[in-house]
């Protein structure tokens, strides 16, 4: 009897040992299930992560756009001045005379750039062609551009800042490299007997009109063909007064100035017969010159 006993203990023990395997393979396997369910979820995350990753743009920065661009041609000048096209415009080529606005970069050869319109927190700014407003390389090459071209140019040295280059910015004999956008060339704000004026910027609130005998103090430099920038207010670092239609000053200034308004920038486009005429001035305006104003209305009286 006692045997009978011991023997079903024994098989009732290996039952149970049994089930309790079958439980335990059970919790194991759904745990299996469970790990590789959260893998799953991991890498499905994981690929809509990419998906639903943020499309940052890029800066709208020229410097960021040439690296993005592929060149597509190249015009090497017999002085040495290459244009490298990353896109071309259409229409005439510019002229001297010209107003376009830039977008602009200048650099060295070893990428540092130490001019842009950026530097004056502008999208853009008006600019002069053939009147040596930066360097005559500026001239030469932009002269061989069109409204909507997307260009770096290859300055040499002597084309850019030559053997003094510019202290702490520019070493000596630097070559330079300019990248450009030719954005549009605006028509004058106003003609004034043969005077072309462009008002490029101005107070949000405008000041006070301009009028014959207004006594009005003025932030300016003036440029000759022969002479760039030959006076220039700046250089006191104080505004000059005019009285407007005053004989002593400049026929077409004075024409320039009527109309215009407290805070207004200007540029102004002077020809010879409202300037100095055939007599010039002294060493600073030859004979029959056409004038160049960069004017600053500070203060209208």
Same mark, same amino acid.
């Given at each position: ?32 299930? %469970?790990?590789? %369910? ?11 992560? /990419? ?115 510019? /202290? ?46 207004? %006594? ?56 010879? %017969? ?28």
């Amino acid at each position: 009897m006692k045997k009978i006993v011991y023997l079903l203990f024994v098989i009732a023990f290996l039952v149970s040992c049994e089930v309790q395997g079958v439980k335990k393979s059970e919790k194991e396997i759904a745990k299996s299930k %469970e790990v590789e %369910e959260i893998k799953d979820e991991e890498q499905t995350s994981k690929k809509d992560a /990419k998906v639903e990753k943020p499309n940052f743009s890029k800066p709208k920065d020229i410097i960021e756009n040439k690296i993005e661009e592929k060149p597509n041609d190249t015009l090497e000048l017999n002085n040495g001045i290459k244009i490298i096209y990353f896109k071309k415009g259409k229409g005439e080529k510019l002229s001297k005379g010209d107003v376009v606005n830039i977008d602009y970069r200048v650099k060295l050869e070893d990428g540092t750039v130490y001019d842009g319109n950026h530097k004056v927190k502008k999208p853009f700014i008006p600019f002069l062609v053939g009147w040596n407003q930066q360097t005559i390389g500026w001239d030469i090459a932009m002269q061989e551009l069109r409204v909507g071209d997307d260009v770096d140019i290859f300055l040499p040295a002597k084309y850019a800042r030559g053997e003094k280059g510019i /202290k702490g910015l520019v070493p000596p004999h630097s070559n330079n490299i300019l990248s450009l956008r030719i954005l549009d060339k605006p028509e004058p704000t106003r003609v004034v007997d043969g005077i072309k004026v462009w008002k490029y910027d101005e107070y949000n609130v405008p000041g006070k009109s301009v009028t014959e005998g207004d %006594e009005v103090l003025i932030n300016y430099f003036v440029s000759s063909e022969s002479n760039p920038r030959y006076d220039n207010s700046y250089q006191s670092g104080k505004p000059y007064k005019i009285v407007v239609g005053d004989k002593n000053v400049v026929p077409g200034l004075n024409k320039a100035l009527k109309g215009a308004k407290e805070g207004d920038r200007l540029m102004i486009l002077i020809p010879s %017969e409202e300037a100095y005429g055939k007599d010039g001035l002294a060493e600073m305006v030859e004979a029959n010159e056409a004038l160049f104003y960069d004017i600053q209305i500070a203060k209208v009286n």
